[in-house]
């Protein structure tokens, strides 16, 4: 595996109960890019996420982060590697201000003791928080609780973050803040992937963009091409019998 690559995928499966959710994936996600992960419902993509950070097992397959198989390790320990997810439903704590929220990222994270208060600064700054710095998260507006669940897990200073559907429900003004969010998060030295169902978002911002239908990996490459690909184009629209 070469050292730009930061995520090697290699024939991943995963099934529940026979319902095969993810079949024989393999792709590599280069260091420095962004890269999307698009589908339709039910197509495996958060079951790759869950993959990826430990919370499922594959039943088969290979996912080397930074050259070292993760496959089957805990979420805790993908964690320290430097993998970071920001969910879509975030849950901070709600009493607690933005700062504090941030803070408990890089607390878990892998800040230093000392690195810690400028670690929590820098996160709610990427992410256009700092002048909410003092607002309880209840407070907050759904966009604004998005970009604190990517301070969050920016705060942690991972290598690589996913991000599960971070322009859901959000107005396009929003929209375009959370795009140019990830392109510094990518700029200051994260590896972005992105599961999106927004498709303008889709095209703007990723370098790669991979689908997946009914858990295989139909296809991958620039964003352009892809929405060209005929079999994309047929797993979104369906095709005439
Ligand atoms: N824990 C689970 N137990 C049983 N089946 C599951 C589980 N998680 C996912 N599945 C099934 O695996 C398939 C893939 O689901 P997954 O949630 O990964 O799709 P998705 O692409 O993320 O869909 P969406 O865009 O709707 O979030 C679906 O058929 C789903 O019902």
Do not use: W
């Amino acid at each position: 595996m070469s050292a730009d690559v930061i995520l090697a995928v290699r024939g991943v499966s995963k099934s529940f109960r026979g319902l095969k959710a993810v079949r024989d994936v393999s792709f590599e996600v280069p260091r420095g890019s962004i890269c999307s992960l698009i589908g339709p419902n039910g197509a495996g993509k958060s079951t790759f996420f869950n993959l990826v950070t430990g919370y499922f097992r594959p039943d088969s397959g290979t996912i080397l982060f930074e050259g070292r198989d993760i496959a089957g390790a805990s979420p805790v320990d993908v964690a320290h590697l430097g993998v970071a997810r920001a969910f879509q439903i975030a849950k901070p704590f709600p009493g607690m201000s933005v700062t504090e929220n941030v803070r408990i990222g890089a607390l878990f994270g892998r800040a230093g003791p000392r690195d810690v208060e400028a670690v929590t600064q820098s996160a709610m700054q990427l992410a256009g928080l700092a002048e909410l710095h003092d607002r309880e998260a209840r407070e907050l507006t759904v966009g604004q609780l998005r970009r604190l669940e990517v301070a969050r897990a920016l705060a942690a200073r991972p290598s690589l973050l996913l991000a599960d559907e971070p322009c859901a429900g959000l107005n396009p003004t929003e929209t375009a803040e959370m795009v140019a969010i990830l392109r510094r998060a990518r700029d200051a030295g994260a590896t972005v992937v992105l599961v999106e169902h927004d498709m303008p978002a889709v095209m703007e911002i990723s370098d790669t963009v991979l689908v997946l239908e009914a858990g295989a990996l139909i296809a991958q490459g620039a964003p352009q091409a892809i929405a060209r690909d005929p079999r994309v184009i047929a797993a979104y629209l369906g095709t005439e019998e």
